[in-house]
């Protein structure tokens, strides 16, 4: 595969997949069990540059190209997909968010300690209404005296060790109704971290709800325009989306390597196991499905607009493979951990040999950041030339 990749980015793979071996693989199942935020992982990815990858040098970041960003998310999901997952949140969709919309004042003050990994930065959209139905959202940015005043109640909101937060919310000037966005830092009056989630998977992430009770929002913390923040980050979703994908396919080729090594090993009546039907149609199987999942991923990633300010219905459709992969590496990364969990037999389900997680963390993948139905509904109403059902396509994610 290496005629993808350019010496620089096979670097930065081998980098992130000794990192992944050495360091995440011999916690990885205590991340599951304890359901704990690895803070000392954490730490380690900003002293790797990982937080910077896709922060321009402006912003102290390393202004990496998508497929680079991708490889990195790749190899960390192959030994632990939740921890990943944080991580595409904190490195592409959050840095991405704020260096697209953001102030000069606003990057100096949260992209650039972001892209250090000291102040990292969550993103709070979901409401009990439903993550994508905006409109029926009930947190409200209000104007208040020489500022804003942010209330209402966010749900699922992954926050590792962040300190900031992105917040959506209802706006409206001069009588014109909007969503936009507030930063939010933790410590500010009104604002509480309500609790964690027990989750199916993704655990070790610190997922929850978040209140703001009357919190003040000075103007300089709007990020992007008050009536429409949220409308031109389309971009920054896509690769969002597409980061989310590279999780996926390092999650399913995790447990492909387990599995492979684990059926090589076993006998069964007597003889190899690879002999039972359909053990090794299956491997063929999902491993054509992985190489499969890896182009369109890599020519997706090569393909995917970056820059530019625009909502969905600006984009079209070759500015939607991020939701194309999200969705349809997602799935993939389902069924094959669901087939490669069955070759397992009873001790894939006891928690001891720690790989039923692969499946816990590829099934949570497919509603995390948008169910796979919402990215085909976008899909199909850019293919269709109509509006997505149920979703103001500028603002369909989270
Ligand atoms: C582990 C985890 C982490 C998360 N982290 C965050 C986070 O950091 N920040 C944040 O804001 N949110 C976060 N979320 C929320 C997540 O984005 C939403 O759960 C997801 O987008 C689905 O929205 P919902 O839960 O409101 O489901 P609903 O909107 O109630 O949808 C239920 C189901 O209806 C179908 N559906 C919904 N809308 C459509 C549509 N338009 N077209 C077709 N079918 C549709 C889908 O099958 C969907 O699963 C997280 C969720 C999980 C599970």
Known sequence: MSYFLTEEQQAVRDTARKFAQKEVRPRAVEIDHEDRVPEDLVARCAELNFFALFVSPRYGGLGADLTTTCLVLEEIAKESPAFAGLLNVEIVLCPGSVEMLGSEAQKQKYLVPSAKGERLLAWSQTEPAGAAN??????????????????GVKIFCTQGTAKNYLVMARTSRNGTEGYGCAIVEQGMPGFVVARYEDKLGWRGTNTGTVMFNDVFIPPENVLGDLL?????????????????????????????????????????????????????????????????????????????????????????????????????????????????????????????????RYLRDARTKIVAEGATEMHYAILSAALLGEAAFGIPSSTARA
């Open 134 to 151: 905006v409109m029926a959202h009930q947190t409200r940015l209000t104007p208040d005296g020489q500022g804003y005043r942010l209330n």
């Open 228 to 356: 429409s923040g949220n409308h031109d980050l389309g971009v920054v979703n896509q690769a969002s989306f597409l980061g989310h994908a590279a999780t996926s396919l390092g999650c399913l080729e995790g447990m492909f390597e387990r599995t492979l090594e684990y059926v090589k090993g076993r006998t069964l009546y007597g003889a190899p196991m690879t002999q039972v039907q359909p053990v090794a149609y299956w491997l063929a199987e999902i491993y054509a499905k992985i190489e499969a999942c890896r182009s369109l991923l890599y020519t997706s990633a090569r393909r995917l607009p970056t820059e530019g300010r625009r909502g969905f219905e600006e984009i079209g459709i070759d500015g939607l493979l991020g939701s194309l992969c999200k969705a349809h590496v997602g799935e993939t990364a389902v069924q094959g951990t669901n087939t490669l969990l069955q070759m397992w037999g009873g001790a894939g389900i006891m928690d001891r040999t720690g790989v039923n």
